[in-house]
């Protein structure tokens, strides 16, 4: 028996454990948040301080920002009580919402016809299509006035032979007419990628429920594809307001003055010092002039859930039968590959091979010679600036493209009221004129101590600077399309951020990679005024040493050189079109 007493005394319990100190650790996003942003306000802060601050000081001092420059509220004034400066104001806005609705218009009716119909050859139409954005801007304003020049223009020949009657080129229309054209190419590639990616479920749904094909596009292929038609907008208006090739080709022989023109006559006058002052103020203005566009882009992409068409029961897209249609359309296609690209390249090849342009003619037959093309051959420069130019679009491409998904994808996923400032920061630099980045990196290189001044490594940031807000306007609208379950379903079966990157995201995003690796790989070895702007001995691209034969008046070498690039970027189209096929 035993006693109640007899039970063993009870342990003690024991001693109590001292709280343990919770550490906090930053999530993977948190990490990436701060990483990115971190990368922007380096890349944007420095020419965003520089071309605020060059706003406010008397650059006739000195350069801006620098000791000797003064503090000044004048430049504002001039620039503001200027008469010139609405001329200008108003003849960008009659420029860039003329050559908008030209590039649209056509490149998005391209875009469905080679991605969502059976329209023939549809590879080689998306090749020809992108070939003209091989001819730098600079190089297609004069093929266009050799080809419409009101004297010795080569249609204004025929055409004044046939009908008796000439075009003037250097007009607003003539304007308008060339920066829209050329515009095409650009904004293929921009709404190509969501219109191959878009699911065709609700076109079938509409299908089925008898409506007609342009009541399915009105009501819902176009609605759908709302974020890349903004985003692609939003981007090519600011191209347009910024673009300085046909207003100073076209535009300055006809007395037509816009914003850009006036920021370069004002930074570069024919006599006397540079204006840095007045030209900040007028940058300034150009990027008061996209806000009103990024503010409404970035509330539709607030409501990113309407546009969702990819989930995981989306089918692909099929193509839709044109029937008797087929070859119109492949007609009308063709109709702009000959005046986009046809024309102006054979008035370029013509030119390459005579010793000076006078027009077409027996005499000019007898002149044919390829002196020039063996002149630029045998110069050493050529292949180093090619190598520059290969090194500088690869390189800018991959940043800027990188960049760019990782932000879309914290604009897109995040809930934070402050994501619209990040999409504006990334979307800044492309606001700034490629004189002020310019101007602004090169300072800032001068200042820090990093031995990349004078390197092709210099032109390659400003350029993955300025092309970041590129990327961000297809990486975004492809992030919009993949519905956010996915990652969920993901992280729910235990899989880590890197493998929903590598596994789901990534695959998905293909397209718009590919898409934007190529735009940003163009732009970059087109681009003239940051190559040339930060321009030394040991970064010679194609850009500068055609720009180079050009302003020497060395017409043919300068055509020998378009001809050249034009042929490689066909190339490079190509090849990527091949790879991109089978996505």
């Known amino acids: 028996m035993t006693l109640l007493n007899d039970r063993p005394a009870a342990a003690a319990p024991p001693p109590a454990a001292r709280p343990q100190k919770r550490t906090w650790r930053p999530s993977g996003k948190a990490v990436l948040t701060v990483g990115v942003v971190a990368i922007l306000l380096y890349l944007v802060a420095g020419p965003l301080v520089m071309l605020i601050g060059s706003s406010f000081q008397d650059s006739s001092t000195g350069l801006p920002l620098s000791a000797s420059a003064e503090w000044t509220l004048e430049n504002y004034s ?7 400066t609405y001329t200008a104001l108003g003849n960008t806005l009659i420029f860039a919402g003329g050559a908008l609705a030209i590039a649209f218009t056509l490149a998005v009716l391209f875009a469905w016809l080679i991605e969502r119909t059976d329209i023939p050859f549809p590879n080689a139409a998306f090749v020809l299509l992108v070939a003209p954005s091989g001819m730098p ?126 920021v370069y006559l004002t930074s570069r006058p024919p006599a006397g010092l540079p204006d840095y002052g007045a030209a900040s103020v007028y940058g300034i203005l150009m990027i008061g002039m996209v806000i009103i566009p990024l503010l409404i882009y970035n509330r539709l992409i607030g409501r990113a859930n309407a546009y969702t068409t990819i989930s995981s029961r989306a089918r692909h897209p099929k193509k839709i039968q044109l029937g008797v249609w087929r070859y119109p359309a492949l007609g009308l296609l063709g109709l702009y590959v000959l005046v986009g690209f046809v024309l102006p390249f054979l008035i370029l ?65 995040s809930r934070s009221r402050a994501t619209w400032m990040l999409d504006l920061l990334a979307f800044m630099p492309h606001a700034f004129p490629g004189v002020a980045i310019g101007l602004s990196i090169s300072l800032i290189y001068l200042v820090l101590p990093i031995p990349i001044y004078g ?91 055609l720009w180079g034969h050009w302003d020497r008046g060395n017409v043919t070498s300068a055509a020998v050189l378009s001809v050249v690039m034009t042929i490689i970027t066909v190339l490079a189209a190509g090849f990527l079109r091949n790879t991109t096929r089978k996505m």
């Open 349 to 413: 090849v013509w030119v390459s091979i005579q010793p000076f342009y006078e027009g077409i003619s027996q005499a000019a037959f007898d002149r044919i010679t390829f002196d020039g093309y063996k002149d630029i051959f045998s110069s050493g420069a050529v292949g180093e600036a090619f190598l520059n130019t290969l090194i500088l679009g690869t390189a800018a491409g991959t940043a800027a493209v990188a960049l760019a998904t990782l932000t879309s994808w914290l604009i897109v996923r």
């Open 137 to 262: 801007f600079l190089i297609v304003s004069i093929a266009w006035s050799l080809l419409l020049n009101p004297t010795n223009g080569l249609i204004n020949q025929v055409l004044d032979s046939a009908f008796g009657f000439t075009v003037n080129i250097y007009s607003m229309p003539g304007m308008i007419f060339v920066q829209g054209i050329g515009m095409v190419p650009i904004t293929f590639l921009l709404v190509s990628a969501a219109i191959k990616g878009m699911s065709s479920s609700l076109e079938d749904a509409a299908s089925t429920s008898g409506a007609t094909l342009p009541q399915t596009l009105r009501r819902v292929t176009v609605p759908m594809m709302t974020p890349a038609l903004l985003g692609a907008f939003v981007y090519l208006i600011v191209n347009v307001v910024d673009t300085l090739d046909v207003p100073l080709v076209l535009g300055l022989p006809g007395h037509e003055i816009v914003l850009s023109s006036q």
């Open 78 to 84: 001039r620039v503001f009580g200027n008469e010139q």
């Open 455 to 545: 390197t092709i490594w210099i032109v390659v940031i400003a350029m993955a600077t300025q092309y970041v807000s590129l990327g961000t306007r297809l990486t975004t609208s492809g992030i919009v399309q993949i519905q956010e379950t996915l990652e969920k379903a993901g992280a729910t079966s235990g899989a880590a951020m890197r493998t929903i990157w590598r596994r789901i995201l990534v695959p998905l995003l293909r397209p718009a990679f590919v898409n934007a690796f190529l735009l940003v790989f163009l732009a970059s070895i087109q681009n003239l005024t940051l190559p040339l702007m930060l321009q030394s001995p040991d970064n010679i691209v194609a850009s500068t040493l």
